[in-house]
């Protein structure tokens, strides 16, 4: 280590004596092959937005991270909380501001803010609160991140991709709400755990709304390649469609089960977006069941609407949509979801 100079050249500031600590060595360009300084903020820092903030620092995705919140001293207390675990975490910028400057320069947009559903209440009965919070949320991060990716994940989350959408001005491929990325895993644990197999070995989507009228695709169910269906009748081994549909139930009643018992769900919801925030910064060009513009697949016709499809994820954002084969019921089941958000979103005046 370089010796610091007599401390007679040290200026009061940080800054300065950081210079005086290390002697620079003259680089004589910045080599092609330096990973991209990436910047990630999250909007919001209720049980939400933390549980993403804080995986996101596990899992080292950002270079920068800004926190931004309407209560200011929740906000600076948990960036210092966040901060203090520097020792421990990969290096990243942490900040926090009421102010959206902070968020300047934004590859992703992550939003989290607004209400939440009480015990027994449905994600469509938040929507009016919500808009109202993203008409001031959405117009700044346009803002100051124009070239930035949004991902929503306030609730009801379909709806509100598709305000946020409106509100930013950005083509749709930069809008994209967490939609049934949480739902498809919470599909594939229980289904793992019905086969006691591991759920990463489980291939499973569900589609359509994030929320009641979510739409579980059988007939595409694989575990470690076998499609589970086909491979069950080849063998004649019986299944009950009731069984399949209590699955399904158990998925739709997730979110209701966790909220009554401890009052909110945070630990999933964090990790299905820090899981969607590695696809798009690190273009991994990886499949997931986010809520994207859905008008013109699967005989979706009806409108601008966004709901979950399995859509392939990039440095741009959504790549595409994958067309994957549905029963005429699961095709139907789907159109149907689509015309409930619809019929929510005629409501808006966005
Ligand atoms: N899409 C999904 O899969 C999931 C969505 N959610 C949704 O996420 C949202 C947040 O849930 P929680 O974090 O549990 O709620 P929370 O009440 O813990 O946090 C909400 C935060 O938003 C902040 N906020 C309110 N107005 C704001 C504004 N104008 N600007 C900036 N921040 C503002 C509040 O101060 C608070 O810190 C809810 O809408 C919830 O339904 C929750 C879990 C999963
Ligand atoms: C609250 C919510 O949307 C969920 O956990 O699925």
Known sequence: MHKAPSSSNLGPGGLDIAQAFFKPIQ??????????????????????????AQTILTQDLADELALVDAKPDKLRGEMLDLQHAAAFLPRTKILASVDYSVTTGSDLCIV????????????????????????????PLAKYSPEAILLVVSNPVD????????????????????GTNLDSSRFRFLIAD????????VQAYIVGEHGDTSVALWSGISVGGVPILSFLERQQIAYEKETLQKIHKEV???AYEVINLKGYTSWAIGYSVANLARSILR????????????????????GD????LPAQLGRSGVMGVTNIHLTDEEAQQLRNSAETILEVQSQLGV
């Open 112 to 139: 989290t803010a607004g209400a939440r559903q009480i015990p027994g209440e449905s994600r469509l009965n938040l929507l009016q609160r919500n808009v109202s919070l993203f008409k001031v949320i959405v117009p």
């Open 305 to 308: 609407v966004f709901l979950s």
């Open 27 to 52: 680089c004589s360009s910045t080599p092609s092959s330096a990973k991209r300084h990436t910047k990630i903020s999250v909007i919001g820092v209720g049980n939400v937005g933390m549980a993403i």
């Open 159 to 178: 709806v509100l991709t598709y305000v946020a959408w409106k509100l930013s001005g950005f083509p749709s491929n930069r809008v994209i709400g967490s």
């Open 194 to 201: 019905h086969l006691d197999v591991n759920a990463q070995d």
């Open 283 to 302: 273009d991994q060009r990886k499949i997931h069941p986010v809520s994207v513009l859905a008008k013109g697949f699967y005989g979706i016709n009806g």
């Open 252 to 254: 739709v009643e997730s």
